[in-house]
């Protein structure tokens, strides 16, 4: 059972500060990572795929990964208002695999003006 | 380029009724998943196809719900005698490789 989980939150985060949000998976075979954003009745929007440990950055968006941990994390530098929304984490098992991406239930982001 | 197109965006059936819900891939994709998400709930992985092949179809209920995706034309979720249960919000996503999934904006269905 491939199993995805997100602490659901709310996390509280003040404007201008980093807020970091957290998935851990359980099948040590997961090989593709990815973080999507999600705000109220809208559509998930992809923000960052990780493939290897370390980090990767994206203007004020970064992901790291931990595959001996089985952990993925997204840091958001310089909070705004706007990226208050749910953050979900997915995860496939195979490379290019046949199954679509498992994902966490999400944490809900609440930036405070 | 058009993202990936979904419809109707909602849609109100009778328990008893069919739905059909129907979605575009973007230029290009090959690709086709349907998720379904509930209230409070993540997504849950439903069905993977490419043009007229369903690839993998683990996460779809093995009555009442079908999927196709055609040479010509839109994939089609179907949910035959829907029931309340089914009320939630189905995702459609494409991807040119099946690796990043790209969204739409997602069908509505409420069963009453």
């Known amino acids: 059972q491939k199993e995805v989980e997100q602490n659901s939150g709310p996390l509280s985060v003040p404007e201008g500060a980093i807020a970091s949000l957290n998935c851990t998976y359980s099948?040590?075979?997961?090989?593709?990572f990815f973080w999507y954003r999600q705000y109220s009745g809208k559509s998930p929007e992809l923000i960052m795929s990780?493939?290897?440990?370390g980090d990767k950055e994206d203007g004020r968006f970064t992901a790291q990964l931990n595959k001996a941990s089985q952990y993925v994390s997204l840091l958001i530098r310089d909070s705004q208002p706007s990226d208050s929304a749910t953050y979900l984490c997915?995860?496939?098992?195979?490379?290019?695999?046949?199954?679509?991406?498992?994902f966490g239930k999400g944490t809900h982001l609440i930036i405070q003006p | 380029n058009a993202g990936v197109m979904q419809n109707p965006r909602h849609l109100v059936r009778r328990r008893g009724q069919e739905a059909r819900l129907r979605c575009s891939p973007m230029?290009?994709?090959?690709?086709v998943y349907w998720y379904r998400q509930l209230p409070e709930e993540g997504l849950k992985f439903m069905v993977y196809?490419?043009?007229?092949?369903?690839?993998?179809e683990s996460g779809m209920p093995k009555e009442r719900f079908s999927a196709e995706f055609p040479k010509e034309g839109p994939s089609i979720l179907r949910i035959q005698q829907v029931v309340r249960g089914d009320s939630a919000a189905y995702f459609c996503?494409?991807?040119?490789?099946?690796?990043?999934?790209?969204f739409g904006e997602g069908s509505r269905l409420t069963v009453l």
């Open positions: 230029k290009g994709h090959s690709h």
């Open positions: 196809l490419q043009k007229e092949n369903i690839i993998d």
């Open positions: 990780i493939y290897s440990n």
């Open positions: 099948d040590r075979g997961s090989q593709s």
């Open positions: 997915a995860v496939r098992v195979s490379g290019g695999g046949a199954d679509g991406l498992t």
């Open positions: 996503a494409s991807s040119p490789d099946s690796a990043e999934l790209f």
